[in-house]
């Protein structure tokens, strides 16, 4: 493990343009659940309250779950040793930019600025009849559904639902940096979910090396990756840094 350490970090110090990929694999050491899995909030939560047809006709309903899942439960996750390393790389000039499946706004608490959320950010709500964006930390959660004060429209968490389209800006900034990559570092996904998991396979197809930080092996691992580092994110990256900065 060692030199693979060593190694990926003299082609993180060689690369131009790195980027970094990360799924739920890197929130779960703060607390944040992984939706699919083992112990995945779908074997606890039926998926239909994030489907966005369902929401449209039973908001009010899906919002007893919404609110559990989301401003209940994980609410006060804070950033782990993982986030804070991959900020630490982009104020190094290390790291170029973070393309995140996940939604809830970890990597820029952790002080990174250039971040894609490719499926949204659960911290805002927005009226999509009016689009004001409301913080959700502003919202009085006890009384649910959450209204907009403007128009009285049912508000919608600003993340990706079931049945939703990628936001365009996300996706085309997520992708233009994968096509710019050197280095591409998978964190924490398993590349299940699509089409997210296109962007480092647009990475491997422009030439980039892939190094996969993960405890298991992934759909990427033999697929795309060049370079494994088996672990749990914040170890590995701990480590990465100590050869880093």
């Given at each position: 493990m060692e030199l693979l350490i060593k190694e990926t970090a003299k082609l993180i110090k060689q690369s131009k343009f790195t980027i970094a990929f990360t799924g739920a694999g890197i929130s779960v050491e703060s607390g944040v659940p992984p939706f699919r899995g083992e112990h995945?909030?779908?074997n606890k939560y039926d998926p239909k309250v994030l489907d966005l047809g369902y929401f449209n006709e039973n908001g009010a309903e899906c919002w007893q779950y919404i609110?559990?899942?989301f401003y209940d439960f994980f609410a006060d996750a804070k950033p782990n040793k993982a986030h804070e390393v991959l900020a630490e790389m982009e104020k190094h000039t290390l790291l170029n930019a973070v393309i995140t499946q996940n939604i809830d706004n970890l990597h820029f608490?952790?002080?990174s600025r250039t971040v894609y959320e490719f499926h949204g950010n659960s911290k805002k709500l927005k009226c999509r009849k009016c689009g004001r964006i409301y913080e959700a930390a502003e919202i009085d959660m006890s009384t649910i559904p959450p209204l907009c004060i403007d128009d009285g429209e049912i508000l919608k968490p600003d993340f990706i639902f079931f049945g939703e389209g990628i936001p365009q800006e996300a996706y085309d900034n997520s992708f233009e940096a994968a096509e710019?990559?050197?280095v591409c570092l998978i964190i924490g996904s398993t590349g299940e979910v699509t089409p997210a998991s296109f962007v480092p396979r647009t990475a491997k197809q422009q030439g980039a090396t892939i190094i996969e930080i993960?405890?298991?092996e992934t759909l990427f691992t033999r697929q795309i990756t060049d370079i494994h580092l088996k672990?749990?994110?914040?170890d590995v990256l701990e480590k990465l840094a100590a050869h880093l900065f």
């Open positions: 995945g909030l779908w609110r559990e899942i608490e952790a002080g710019a990559a050197e993960n405890p298991e672990g749990k994110a914040s």
